[in-house]
């Protein structure tokens, strides 16, 4: 509208009528700017008291990493709750080849419904111990009850699909191996004899005796171990010229040199192969989760 409109408007309306409309002009004036002046400043006031600031996000949770405890130290049960049989036994070997201490294998109460591949069950005591069997299982979850102490049941659930694999296995030393030494000849302190010198070698040597299977070997030697036992019986193997390793049903790791009438001297040290140089150890560890709260 240009301004001869505006006069002309004006000129159509009575005196009444301008006088009307130039009062409601101004107090829409009279409103309106000290309104926005004032909702300006609050704003600001606002603003520079930090009642506008959007709050400050909470730091992220990050969980406790805490050294892991021996793989030994605690026992470790193993209930299927899977519906499928041999589980429990399974995964139990598989904690065994782990180095963890299993104690009983069952079946879970059939009221149990377990969809998760395992639930680790815990004590208010055993959360490290806890953690630490739950790395095993991909996708294990926690279960914290009343319990005394630091055992845990790993019950396996409908989910489970495998442990973890296993880490590349290390050649042992002497030292980590336990040897029981038993004379099966006419010889009256061989196994003795032997069992000294396999110290000397920095073996661990646990029963000296006469064969508690009464065999009679007539080769050099037998080496009797179980599933745990593989690489124990072959570094052993190589002190001992001719010896037969023997496979049992053993749980741990121990071996039992048994000596044969065959048997005339261990392989001489500088010619027993030397062990390779083992990697730099890295300390176990376990994240105990965070509090939000």
């Given at each position: 509208m240009t301004d001869e409109d505006r006069i002309a408007s004006d000129d159509d309306r009575t005196a009444t009528e301008v006088w009307r409309k130039h009062r409601l002009r101004q107090i829409l004036l009279f409103v309106t700017v000290p309104g926005v002046l004032l909702g300006t400043a609050s704003i600001t006031a606002a603003y520079s008291a930090g009642l506008m600031t959007p709050p400050k996000p909470k730091p992220a949770c990050t969980p406790q990493v805490v050294p892991a405890p021996a793989r030994g130290s605690f026992t470790v049960n193993v209930m299927n709750a899977t519906g499928r049989s041999g589980v429990a036994a399974e995964v139990a070997a598989g904690y065994g080849k782990r180095q963890f201490k299993v104690g009983g294998i069952s079946n879970a109460p059939d009221s149990w419904y377990v969809t998760p591949p395992a639930v680790v069950h815990y004590g208010p005591a055993g959360l490290d111990q806890a953690l630490l069997a739950a790395q095993q299982i991909p996708g294990a979850k926690l279960f914290e009850d009343v319990r005394p102490g630091t055992s845990v049941d790993v019950v396996v659930g409908l989910g489970f699909k495998g442990l973890e694999p296993l880490p590349p296995r290390l050649k042992p030393i002497p030292s980590e191996v336990s040897v029981n030494v038993y004379n099966t000849t006419y010889k009256t302190g061989l196994a003795k004899v032997v069992a000294t010198e396999l110290k000397g070698r920095g073996f661990k040597v646990k029963d000296v005796s006469n064969d508690p299977l009464r065999t009679m070997q007539l080769g050099?030697?037998?080496?009797?171990?179980?599933?745990?036992?593989?690489?124990?019986?072959?570094?052993?193997?190589?002190?001992?010229?001719?010896?037969?390793?023997?496979?049992?049903?053993?749980?741990?790791?121990?071996?039992?040199?048994?000596?044969?009438?065959?048997?005339?001297?261990?392989?001489?040290a500088a010619e027993v192969p030397p062990l390779p140089p083992r990697p730099k150890a890295v300390t176990p560890t376990v994240a105990r989760p965070c509090s939000d709260g």
């Open positions: 050099t030697a037998v080496i009797r171990y179980g599933e745990l036992g593989d690489l124990n019986a072959a570094l052993l193997a190589e002190h001992v010229p001719g010896a037969e390793l023997v496979k049992d049903t053993r749980a741990d790791a121990s071996v039992d040199l048994v000596i044969g009438n065959a048997y005339t001297a261990l392989v001489p």
